[in-house]
């Protein structure tokens, strides 16, 4: 590590945790070259507004993450130890489409892919607060290695985290459907 970069590191340890989050969120999204769809930051919040509003008023009943659940991605994944969260059904169905995706290249690219769904969601479910906020009160979980984030509500009254959606960094929501 060079002079700079660790005072760089050394400045931005110093900041407040939202302000490290953010930061972090920054940085991670950053290297990933792809160029993005125009307007998918936009789209996202639209439809993350949607998804909160459709959670909100019963009008989508979500996906307990559930031992039924572990067992459709790796059978060998254990439950998680911490708060339950749930999935919005667009959530689940973009996992699948993403998934799909890695697998048709490669079995190992699926697992770790997976992995970095399932790790991150036990990294929210252990402390949803962590991470910074996004749009419409929601939160936003970078994966590591992935060009996706977890767009996740805590809901400290339901004792849950809700999951909105499971993100391309560069793709509106929707961008898998011409797949199935």
Known sequence: MTAEVSELLKKALALPPEARAELADSL???????PADEGVEAAWSVEIQRRIEEIDS???KMIPYTKKCAVAWR?????????????????????????????E????????????VYDGLE?????????????????RLIL?????????????????????????????????KNRI
């Open 75 to 103: 059978p060998a994944w254990p439950m998680p130890k911490s708060k339950p969260y749930r999935l919005h059904p667009q959530a689940w169905l973009e996992l699948e489409a993403a998934d799909d995706w890695y697998r």
């Open 144 to 176: 590591n290695r992935f060009p996706f984030s977890i767009i996740y509500r805590d809901e400290p009254s339901a004792d849950s985290v809700s999951v909105l959606a499971i993100a391309h960094h560069k793709r509106k929501p929707g961008y898998w």
């Open 105 to 116: 290249r490669s079995a190992e690219s699926s697992v770790r892919f997976l992995s970095a």
């Open 28 to 34: 991670l999204e950053s290297l990933d070259a792809e």
């Open 58 to 60: 019963g009008k989508v």
């Open 123 to 139: 990294r929210i479910a252990r402390a949803p607060q962590r991470w910074p906020r996004y749009f419409h009160g929601a939160r």
